[in-house]
C-alpha cells in the first residue's frame, strides 16, 4: 500500500494490483456466466443448454486471455526492475540520450557524408 505514495515511482503498484485484478475477473466471469445460464434457461431449454455446454468453454478462453495479458503486464514490470539493477550494478544512473555523444567523441549515430570510423581493410593483390 506504501506504493500508492511514493513520489519517486521506484516501486511499481502493478504486482499488487495484478492479483486483486485476476481475482475480480474470476469472480465477474463466473458471476456473468451464472446470470447468462438462469437467463437462458428462461428463453427455453435449448438456449439454456447450449449456455450450459459452451459457456464454461468461452469462460475458459476469456480467463486464458485474462491471465495472459496479465502475466505481460508483470514480466513488462520484471524486466524493467532488473534494467534497473543492472544500471544499479554498472554504477550508472541512466541510459545515454539518443544522439548524445558516446564515449570516443561521436555520436554513434552517422548523418548523411560522414564516413564510418572503421574503414574496410584492403583487398589483397590479384595473383
Known amino acids: 500500500m506504501i506504493n500508492f505514495f511514493d513520489p519517486s515511482f521506484k516501486k511499481f503498484s502493478a504486482p499488487i494490483l495484478i492479483k486483486l ?51 505481460w503486464i508483470l514480466a513488462t514490470i520484471q524486466v524493467s526492475q532488473n534494467t534497473a539493477k543492472l544500471v544499479d550494478l554498472m554504477g550508472g544512473t541512466s541510459a545515454p540520450l539518443a544522439g548524445a555523444a558516446a564515449p570516443g567523441g561521436t555520436s554513434g549515430r552517422r548523418g548523411a557524408g560522414q564516413t564510418p570510423s572503421r574503414q574496410p581493410a584492403p583487398m589483397p593483390p590479384e595473383q
Open 21 to 71: 485484478y485476476y481475482g475480480l475477473s474470476v469472480g465477474l466471469l463466473a458471476l456473468f456466466w451464472l446470470v447468462l445460464l438462469i437467463r437462458a434457461f428462461d428463453d427455453g431449454f435449448l438456449s439454456g443448454f447450449l449456455v450450459l455446454i459452451l459457456g464454461p468453454v468461452v469462460a475458459f478462453f476469456l480467463l486464458i486471455a485474462t491471465r495472459i495479458s496479465c502475466e
